[in-house]
């Protein structure tokens, strides 16, 4: 019997306000509460894959705090490692729902509880007895405290014997392209599973991405490289060779989310010791049935979910469950 939790991630997690699906942000009128942050959507994405999932972060003492903490463990995420600030906001994400138009995300996070993440808070002890350890490059970007936080997480993973999987995610509206690439590039090298798209590569490293993709196999200490391209397939890399995904046909109700539950999905079959073929297509099917559904994380699949519908998408079955 595991004596801790599988994976644990490490980030930010707000209050999101979504707007009813369809309708501009400045039209609407109805939102709909929810919770989004990248390490967290991952968290909420594995326990519901059947795993435990420890989220380690800061949340406001505040009524937006209780409710984010509440829907994480809802969804049977362990928030053991969070804590609430009495002094700092839950911090509050708004954005709207569309299939084909342009996204207006909207981030109220300045001076948030979780900008105020430090090492003090990544204890050995919180992550003792995992497997793997996630966290995003939005989390050093947040502040110069939560930078210094994600590399004790590195450093007290590898106390653990964890590995670390990265996922850069870049968001622009956190930084110029010289403060990603001098405060996340470095990151890249020191994880062993890297999640990234292929503009992030080519931001981060230069050069081609699959090209940067094999350099971080000899230059850092990555294993494997999963590359997300822009045509939506995905190539995993490592040091025997290659395979590539080929995205799933779905019909897109909201795109954001996507690359979460992309990373949920592989770390998932990493966790059961799946190979990287079938990894790469459960986590395709992981993130063609989250962008289906409006918000981060409501298309969020069970195992038997999961691989009903990889089933279907993968061989022609029924998708009907007679």
């Not at 967290?40 to 209780?66: F, K, M, T």
Request: aromatic content about 4%.
């Amino acid at each position: 019997m595991t004596n801790g939790p599988e994976a644990i991630t490490c980030g930010e997690a707000m209050l999101l306000m979504l707007a009813e699906p369809g309708m501009p942000l400045d039209h609407a009128v109805s939102f709909r509460r929810s919770v989004a942050g990248a390490e967290s959507n991952v968290a909420q994405g594995l326990a519901r894959l059947g795993h435990w999932a420890r989220w380690i972060g800061r949340v406001g003492d505040d009524p937006a705090g209780e409710a984010v903490l509440r829907e994480l463990r809802a969804d049977g995420v362990d928030v053991s490692g969070a804590e609430m600030d009495p002094e700092a906001p839950t911090g509050l994400l708004l954005r709207d729902s569309h299939a084909q138009r342009a996204i207006d995300v909207q981030y109220y996070r300045s001076g948030s509880a979780a900008s105020l993440l430090s090492p003090d808070q990544i204890r050995v002890e919180t992550l003792e007895g995992a497997r793997v350890v996630h966290v995003s490059g939005i989390t050093p970007m947040l502040s110069e405290s939560a930078a210094q936080a994600t590399w004790t997480l590195i450093e007290r993973a590898r106390q653990v014997g964890a590995a670390v999987s990265f996922d850069p995610n870049v968001r622009r509206k956190l930084g110029t392209d010289h403060e990603w690439i001098r405060t996340v590039g470095p990151l890249l090298r020191e994880a062993d599973i890297v999640i990234a798209g292929e503009d992030e590569l080519e931001l981060l490293l230069g050069g081609g991405a699959e090209e940067a993709a094999k350099a971080l196999l000899t230059i850092g200490r990555a294993r494997t490289v999963v590359v997300k391209r822009r045509d939506h397939s995905a190539v995993a890399i490592g040091p025997n060779g290659q395979c590539v995904q080929a995205p799933f046909d779905v019909p897109v109700a909201d795109p954001v989310g996507a690359g979460d539950a992309f990373a949920a999905g592989w770390l998932s079959a990493w966790l059961r010791g799946v190979r990287a073929e079938q990894a790469l297509a459960e986590a395709a099917c992981v993130a063609a049935l989250v962008v289906q559904a409006p918000g981060d994380t409501d298309g969020l699949p069970t195992a038997h979910a999961r691989d009903r519908a990889l089933s279907a998408l993968a061989q022609g079955h029924d998708s009907v469950d007679r």
